[in-house]
């Protein structure tokens, strides 16, 4: 859990691991600034890999690319059966909880049906720092737009709203996103927020926005707001730049 106490979350909009040249992934910075926000030497880290069915090739590369830190390394899953055998406990006694991409809608739709919205919520307000990228930083605010349904992205509105605004994930990779988040945004469908570029992640403590980071040197995280009837207007914030690993 954080030292500090307080509920960090820590939504990427990509790029959380990178190609190592040997067919598997490797941490990025993003990684290590997470990890750095719980305080601990050898954080515990739980992964989650809902969104992509729990496949056991994702897991496999996930404990790869974890294993190259000096961490405490588990995951939860929930196919065909919750791995472990309490979830909640399993779930507050990590540092750190990081969720993959993938389908967030199915994501949401069964952690409800599992009542991990409600644990999440628990775990995070008692301060273990919750991270992920793609779906596992949407499902964290209030909604913004997914490919979930096909690839026609569609508005989400139905996120758990730990954070109270619309989240843009990809924004710099997928030529529909900024505009349909813009669109959401101004015509009301979705509250304004924040969205993140490839290799950006996006730092709130509680529900304030603090900063964004990258490893990047051209990627933008941006302020998504309304401005005016049917508009919205879009403010540019430059991350803080991290160390390579």
Not at 209 to 215: E, G, N
Request: net charge negative.
């Amino acid at each position: 859990m954080s030292t500090d106490g307080q509920p960090h979350i820590l939504a990427i909009g990509g790029g959380t691991f990178v190609r190592d040249g040997r067919e598997g992934l490797s941490p990025s910075p993003l990684v290590r600034y997470a990890f750095d926000l719980t305080g601990q030497d050898r954080p515990r880290v739980c992964f989650l890999t809902t969104a992509v069915g729990d496949g056991m090739e994702y897991i496999a590369r996930f404990y790869a690319a974890f294993s190259t830190l000096d961490a405490e390394i588990s995951h939860l899953t929930l196919f065909p059966m919750p791995n472990v055998p309490d979830v909640r406990a399993h779930l507050l006694t990590q540092d750190l909880v990081y969720v993959s991409g993938g389908s967030v809608a199915n994501l949401l739709a069964l952690w409800r049906l599992h009542g991990l919205d409600e644990i999440m919520r628990e775990a995070w307000q008692e301060g273990v720092v919750l991270s992920g990228q793609s779906a596992g930083a949407l499902c964290w605010h209030v909604g913004g737009n997914t490919d979930s349904y096909g690839p026609q992205l569609r508005p989400l509105t139905d996120g758990l709203g730990f954070l109270p605004f619309s989240c843009g994930v990809h924004y710099d990779s997928d030529p529909q996103r900024r505009p349909l988040l813009q669109q959401l945004v101004g015509e009301g469908t979705l509250p304004g927020g924040y969205a993140a570029d490839e290799a950006v992640g996006l730092h709130y403590v509680g529900t304030e926005f603090v900063q964004a980071v990258s490893y990047r040197q051209e990627a933008g995280a941006y302020r998504v707001e309304p401005d005016g009837p049917g508009t919205a207007k879009e403010t540019r914030l430059e991350p803080r730049l991290l160390a390579a690993l």
